[in-house]
């Protein structure tokens, strides 16, 4: 996905679950998707490369060349393997038996990478990797900060700022709206597969997004005006036994004592 790369580079503090504008929660929980899954975690990958170099060229103005190789290849920052190495902390802080007994990772190096680095101090969690949480897939236009689409395609540029995240497909790409349509195939086969888990998501800025989207339940708004999603920060889900309930999003408080790498600050 093109806007993260972007944004949220991962400010310090976390974040309660912002009112969504125009949700009507009159419908109750009856319209939200049954889920058995006891606690649900997603956890956006560490900074990487792409976003360091999406983040210099907007701070530039740039039209440069895209970033160069595939999308799935991108690695950690030196920033981002230390803040992997903090969500560690976070993962080995919670009680026996209340943390993850599951984990679920996009098939991208820099997600792969994240999770190594967290699972460094915990007992042995079984690990899947599921094609369904990759990253939102930019198709002609991988890779490219705004400015290098805008210079090679100002057209498209001009639809996609017509027509938004949510709606805008890139020729060979997905729309977030595409990305929520496999998010939720995975949550359904999760709800069946591993209820009473308790599930740690490692992914991607536009997969944190389709699950807040998809487990809101029938009738959720368009996720025009959520929070950002910073690198590295962990939203969390609460289950009851029948639905899983948003309880925080975007926590980076665990990041707070963070040592910047040298040369990053």
Do not use: K
């Amino acid at each position: 996905m093109s806007a993260p790369h972007r944004d949220a580079l991962g400010e310090p503090g976390s974040a309660t679950p912002a009112a969504v504008p125009g949700q009507d929660n009159r419908h109750g929980e009856a319209l939200l998707p049954r889920s058995a899954v006891t606690a649900l975690w997603a956890v956006r990958h560490g900074q990487s490369t792409a976003n360091v170099a999406f983040a210099e060229a907007e701070r530039t103005g740039s039209a440069g060349l895209p970033v160069a190789g595939r999308d799935s290849d991108v690695p950690l920052s030196a920033l981002g393997r230390a803040q992997a190495r903090m969500l560690a902390g976070w993962l080995a802080g919670h009680a026996p038996g209340a943390g993850p007994d599951l984990v679920v990772c996009s098939p991208y190096a820099r997600a792969r990478q994240t999770w190594e680095a967290m699972a460094g101090l915990t007992a042995d969690v079984p690990v899947l990797v599921d094609e369904r949480l990759r990253d939102r897939e930019m198709g002609v236009f991988e890779l490219h900060p705004p400015g290098a689409l805008a210079a090679v395609a100002p057209d498209e540029a001009v639809r996609r700022t017509l027509l938004g995240e949510w709606s805008y497909r890139p020729p060979g790409g997905e729309a977030l709206a595409d990305v929520a349509l496999r998010v939720r195939d995975f949550t359904t086969e999760l709800a069946r597969a591993a209820a009473d888990r308790r599930v740690l998501v490692v992914a991607h800025d536009a997969i944190v997004i389709a699950l807040r989207y998809v487990l809101a339940g029938l009738g959720a708004p368009v996720p025009h005006d959520l929070p950002p999603v910073p690198n590295a920060s962990v939203t969390h889900w609460r289950g009851d036994g029948h639905h899983l309930r948003l309880a925080h999003w975007g926590q980076t408080a665990h990041l707070t004592d963070l040592a910047l790498p040298e040369g990053t600050a």
